[in-house]
């Protein structure tokens, strides 16, 4: 069966007819999938986890944020990267400043030893003024 076809000069329908049947309402959205809990404080973490003094804040960030995430039985990468860099990242250091510190006190002993001004020692030139030391090796 096919439609006759219409005269656009021709009057309106009556009221109350309706050649087609009215246009679809507004759908709605598609659903957002569901939020990973710990998702948010992964990223921060991991984002943090490369900065030194913050890596510590990052590392308990990450820690949180994969036990969030765990106990919803989801998996967080972020969270996961985070730990093992703010770890690396606070052994690094820690091992920095195991080599500086004891450096550092021999030197100012040396200095205090030695009185200010510029000493010579073995192969070593001491540079010692009131409040700082150098240590330089001369070949």
């Known amino acids: 069966m096919t439609t006759p076809p219409q005269d656009p000069y021709a009057p309106p329908p009556p009221y109350g007819y309706q050649p087609y049947p009215p246009a679809p309402g ?32 990052g590392l308990v960030l990450c820690i949180v944020a994969l036990v969030q995430s765990r106990r919803a039985g989801h998996n967080n990468g972020f ?40 000493h010579q020692v073995g192969g070593a030139v001491y540079t010692c003024e009131p409040g700082s030391a150098h240590k330089s090796w001369s070949y």
């Open 79 to 118: 969270a996961i990267a985070g730990i093992i860099i703010s770890a690396v990242g606070i052994l690094f250091c820690a091992v920095i400043l195991a080599l500086l510190i004891p450096a550092m006190v021999d030197l100012f002993q040396t200095c205090g030893r030695l009185g200010n001004g510029v």
């Open 26 to 57: 507004p759908g709605y959205a598609p659903a957002r999938p569901p939020s990973v809990p710990g998702r948010v404080l992964g990223i921060v973490g991991f984002a943090l986890s490369f900065v030194f003094p913050f890596d510590i804040v």
